[in-house]
């Protein structure tokens, strides 16, 4: 399933939050979130870890993250952690359009 325009938002633990949209493919087995930020597209990809449970790395984009997205009971909204770049965070990303 391809969800576009889905709403990304990042929280930093010494910065204001942001927001994005983004695009996620996600099926029973794997999960790609795609976005650009400040004219550089990135990506990351992961698996499933159980049920709604991912955890995912950097494909596209400069640098290097890892992060996890887990479902929240509405099946609409994941959340999870990130860490890029010595960077570190939360997000929340809002399915739509599937």
């Given at each position: 399933?391809?969800?576009?325009?889905?709403?990304?938002?990042?929280?930093?633990?010494?910065?204001?939050?942001?927001?994005?949209?983004?695009?996620?493919?996600?099926?029973?087995?794997?999960i790609?979130v795609?976005?650009?930020?400040?004219?550089?597209?990135?990506?990351?990809?992961?698996?499933?870890?159980?049920?709604g449970?991912?955890?995912?790395?950097?494909?596209e984009?400069?640098?290097e993250?890892?992060?996890?997205l887990?479902?929240?009971r509405?099946?609409?909204?994941?959340?999870?952690w990130?860490?890029?770049?010595?960077?570190?965070?939360?997000?929340?990303?809002?399915l739509?359009?599937?």
């Open positions: 399933m391809i969800y576009k325009n889905c709403e990304m938002i990042g929280f930093y633990y010494d910065s204001v939050a942001d927001d994005h949209l983004c695009n996620v493919l996600l099926d029973e087995k794997k790609r795609e976005y650009g930020l400040d004219g550089q597209a990135y990506a990351y990809e992961g698996e499933n870890k159980g049920t449970h991912f955890f995912l790395t950097l494909k984009g400069p640098g993250g890892i992060a996890s887990h479902f929240e509405d099946n609409k909204t994941m959340v999870g990130w860490l890029e770049d010595g960077v570190e965070g939360l997000w929340k990303v809002t739509k359009n599937g």
